[in-house]
């Protein structure tokens, strides 16, 4: 079944402990996104890669990282969470950029305490 | 730096009734792009609009492109319960980035 798929779906945390969600898609897509739910203020795109070894930042990047090292996998990474990171936290792909239907995974709710 | 605004934040309408939703960018858009999402759900793609005065149609929903790529709608006629959700849009620049409305909540009281 063709899929975007995130670990962990919840996660509770405590500021500054680093962590990492991961996400990975079996389309063979070439896009890959991240993005932050928060009410009253929709998606936000945090980075995306058009493909492997390239990555850039979206509208809210501050105090994330993320890494393309594989076609398949696109994970994020809080090197020191705050909790205005509290949020729902999608990944996203699509076959080749922003001409194409984007992909969603289920969902990470991360609250950070 | 670029914004996509959309409006009305909640609509409530009784089944049958028509619902409308509205984005508007700061800048000129590349395409733009509508998903909706079920409560507790991720966003589904629904449909794209590339070019300047488009209107696509998909049984009761109908999407328009405004002429000068930094507006769009999304019309429901005569809305079913199945059609609760948040609708969004989502405006692409020339560099592929995306840029989510805040969303429009429906609601349909059946």
């Known amino acids: 079944e063709a899929q975007v798929t995130q670990n962990p779906r919840y996660l509770i945390t405590v500021t500054g402990k680093k962590l990492t969600v991961t996400c990975s898609q079996n389309?063979?897509?070439?896009?890959m996104s991240w993005y932050r739910q928060d009410p009253g203020l929709g998606l936000r795109q945090i980075y995306y890669?058009?493909?492997?070894?390239?990555?850039d930042k979206g509208d809210v990047p501050e105090g994330y990282k993320v890494s393309r090292k594989e076609k398949r996998n696109f994970p994020l990474i809080l090197e020191s969470p705050s909790p205005n990171q509290t949020s729902l936290y999608f990944c996203?792909?699509?076959?080749?950029?922003?001409?194409?239907?984007?992909?969603f995974g289920p969902g990470t709710r991360l609250t950070v305490t | 730096g670029q914004q996509v605004m959309q409006i009305p934040q909640y609509q409530h309408v009784q089944e049958g009734e028509d619902f409308t939703t509205y984005c508007n960018s700061s800048?000129?858009?590349?395409?733009i792009q509508w998903y909706k999402q079920r409560p507790g759900g991720h966003p589904v793609f629904l449909i794209q609009?590339?070019?300047?005065?488009e209107v696509k149609k998909q049984k009761r929903l109908t999407f328009q492109f405004g002429e000068a790529k930094k507006n769009s709608s999304l019309h429901i006629t005569a809305t079913q319960t199945t059609d609760v959700g948040t609708y969004f849009c989502?405006?692409?620049?020339?560099?592929?980035?995306?840029?989510f409305g805040s969303g429009t909540k429906l609601n349909v009281k059946p």
């Open positions: 890669s058009m493909n492997v070894e390239v990555t």
């Open positions: 609009l590339v070019k300047s005065g």
């Open positions: 996203a792909s699509s076959l080749r950029g922003g001409f194409y239907e984007q992909y």
């Open positions: 389309m063979n897509h070439e896009y």
């Open positions: 800048t000129t858009l590349s395409n």
């Open positions: 989502a405006g692409i620049d020339n560099f592929n980035k995306f840029y």
